[in-house]
């Protein structure tokens, strides 16, 4: 060896990627979010969703969201099987016409019935109360939480995947405190 050399080359080497190593982790530290994964469902905080508020004579008092929901929601289902059943008593209809508004039912039923198996499996899972709204691609669940942890996000995501096969990336959780 000789006298002056404090480094071989070697070990130059090592030096240079031990710092590497470190720059890259810092970097990925400073620039991923702890709070969001690929294909993790986005979170809206009540601060965007507000409950909202009834005027009952004098007073204001303040509506539950959840009982909202599920009764307009209740109400529009009913108001479409009126519809349909209207129309199918209509005699100048053909054949292809009644098949159409049939499937038209048993798509409303279908979609009421993956809405309301998602929120009966919330309720089992420990979400006090939930309200699904299914699109024809993407969903929205509102849940009672003051927050959500991963482990909770998770089955929410596990349960409606199941019941609907709806991508994980059009999965919109809402949390109401």
Same mark, same amino acid.
Request: net charge negative.
């Given at each position: ?9 070697? *070990? ?33 905080? #009540?601060?965007?969703? @507000? ?7 004098? #007073?204001? @008092? ?36 009644? #098949? ?51 482990? *909770? ?9 199941? *019941? ?14």
């Amino acid at each position: 060896m000789k006298k002056g050399k404090v480094f071989t080359k070697g *070990q130059a080497a090592v030096v240079v990627m031990v710092l590497a190593l470190g720059a890259a982790v810092w970097l990925n530290m400073k620039f991923s979010s702890n709070e969001k994964y690929l294909g993790q469902a986005t979170f809206v905080s #009540d601060d965007e969703v @507000e409950n909202e508020t009834v005027a009952t004579g004098a #007073d204001a @008092e303040k509506t539950d969201y959840f009982e909202e929901a599920l009764n307009e929601r209740k109400d529009a289902l009913e108001a479409a099987k009126e519809q349909v059943e209207e129309l199918l008593d209509t005699e100048a209809l053909t054949q292809g016409e009644k #098949d159409k508004a049939l499937a038209a039912i048993e798509n409303i039923a279908l979609r009421n019935e993956k809405q309301t198996n998602i929120e009966t499996l919330l309720k089992a899972k420990g979400f006090e109360k939930a309200v699904a709204v299914l699109g024809e691609d993407n969903i929205n669940i509102v849940v009672k939480s003051d927050g959500l942890t991963t482990a *909770q996000t998770l089955q929410i995501q596990d349960i409606v995947t199941s *019941q609907t096969g709806i991508a994980l990336g059009n999965i919109k959780i809402v949390t109401i405190k």
